[in-house]
């Protein structure tokens, strides 16, 4: 369990505070609005009402105590950038930023944020890849060249072992967890039989995965 500060609480807030809820974080919210952290307050352990650009405020809040600070700021750069700069200068431990655009990241790395998370930009990637691809159920980019894919199972792969199709020596992939009527297996052994009804979380560069999942 980890103490986080998240600020700003729009909609990309809001799902943040749930998801943390949901996880079993301690969760202390932000924002100006007294609306918005009135609907946010049954998903966080605690939550104030202030400006975060003020120094006085966020030192109120004691910064060094939190093991991380997620500035969620959207539609208002100039406040994102000085609550980053701002938390980094109280002692902030992490400082996870939002951007909004590609350039907006090179500022806020510049004035502290140890990560940017670029929401609009990651759902468009991730919805381009899942809907031009037959086969690809899910997605997940973990650098320039590598990925996590959920696919369906390849139907000439059914009814065979994952030591009869050499799976890792011929694609250069490797099957991390199979999938059937919702329930997740994590233990893939050579003698795992595939058949029909799985989908398969395989794990490679994203070349490999395109070539042999036709994606």
Same mark, same amino acid.
Request: aromatic share 4%; net charge negative.
């Given at each position: 369990m980890k103490s986080i500060l998240l600020i700003g609480l729009g909609r990309f807030g809001r799902h943040a505070a749930a998801q943390l809820r949901q996880l079993g974080h &301690?969760?202390?919210?932000?924002?100006?609005? /007294?609306?918005r952290v009135n609907e946010v307050l049954p998903y966080v352990t605690n939550a104030q009402i202030g400006d975060s650009t003020r120094a006085d405020f966020l030192r109120s809040l004691g910064i060094p105590d939190f093991d991380v600070c997620i500035v969620a700021i959207g539609g208002d750069?100039? *406040? !994102? @950038? &000085? #609550? #980053? *700069? @701002? %938390? +980094? /200068? $109280?002692?902030?431990?992490?400082?996870?930023?939002?951007? /909004?655009?590609d350039v907006q990241t090179k500022f806020l790395l510049l004035v502290g944020a140890d990560e940017v998370v670029y929401p609009e930009k990651q759902v468009a990637v991730w919805t381009a890849i899942r809907? !031009? *691809?037959?086969? %690809? %159920?899910?997605?997940?980019? =973990?650098?320039?060249?590598? !990925?996590i894919c959920e696919v369906a199972l390849p139907p000439k792969w059914a009814g065979h072992t994952v +030591? /009869? =199709?050499?799976?890792?020596?011929?694609y250069e992939i490797q099957i991390i967890a199979v999938k059937k009527d919702g329930r997740m297996n994590v233990v893939v052994?050579?003698? #795992? $039989? =595939?058949? !029909?009804?799985? #989908? =398969? @979380?395989v794990l490679g560069e994203y070349r490999d995965l395109r070539k042999c999942f036709r994606i």
């Open positions: &301690e969760v202390m919210a932000v924002d100006k609005d /007294e609306d750069f100039q *406040s !994102s @950038l &000085e #609550t #980053t *700069s @701002l %938390l +980094k /200068e $109280l002692g902030a431990h992490q400082v996870v930023a939002r951007g /909004e655009q809907y !031009s *691809s037959d086969h %690809l %159920l899910d997605y997940i980019e =973990l650098d320039d060249r590598h !990925s +030591k /009869e =199709l050499d799976i890792r020596k011929r052994k050579p003698d #795992t $039989l =595939l058949d !029909s009804d799985m #989908t =398969l @979380l």
